[in-house]
């Protein structure tokens, strides 16, 4: 849309958390993260910088997690908010609300939780009835 405010992307992967880790903590990141481990805590991207996480198949994820652009292949079990563009892989299960803007979802994904659209600007519709004589 016209004027909307729209990240690109961030398409380079500056960190990897590998297969086998296991992080107890919050996680704050810039750039890209992708997630082959095991998180036990929250995962913030840092404010007003374009960000992706990617959620691998094997990895899991208990915490709230708070983005700009995600895709999830794997367990999260918390609140999730894709603040532009959020993806849910075949094999994806999320366990808790998922905030989005954008979602594509594709066959497999599973969501346990409420999916709640956070539209830009969203106006008041006005409705006036003409009346009859």
Known sequence: ????KSH?????IDTLIGAGTIISGDVQFSGG????G???????ASEGIPSTLVISEHAKVEGQI????LVI?????GPVQAS????LQPKAKVTGDVEYSRVEMHLGAVVQGRLIHQGQNVKSVEL???SSK
């Open 73 to 77: 292949n794997g367990a999260v079990t």
């Open 1 to 4: 849309m016209f004027g909307a």
């Open 84 to 87: 532009e563009f959020l993806e």
């Open 8 to 12: 690109k992307p961030q398409t380079k």
């Open 33 to 36: 993260l992708r997630v082959d």
């Open 38 to 44: 095991e998180i036990k805590g929250n995962i913030f």
């Open 66 to 69: 708070r983005v700009t652009h």
């Open 128 to 130: 006036k009835l003409a």
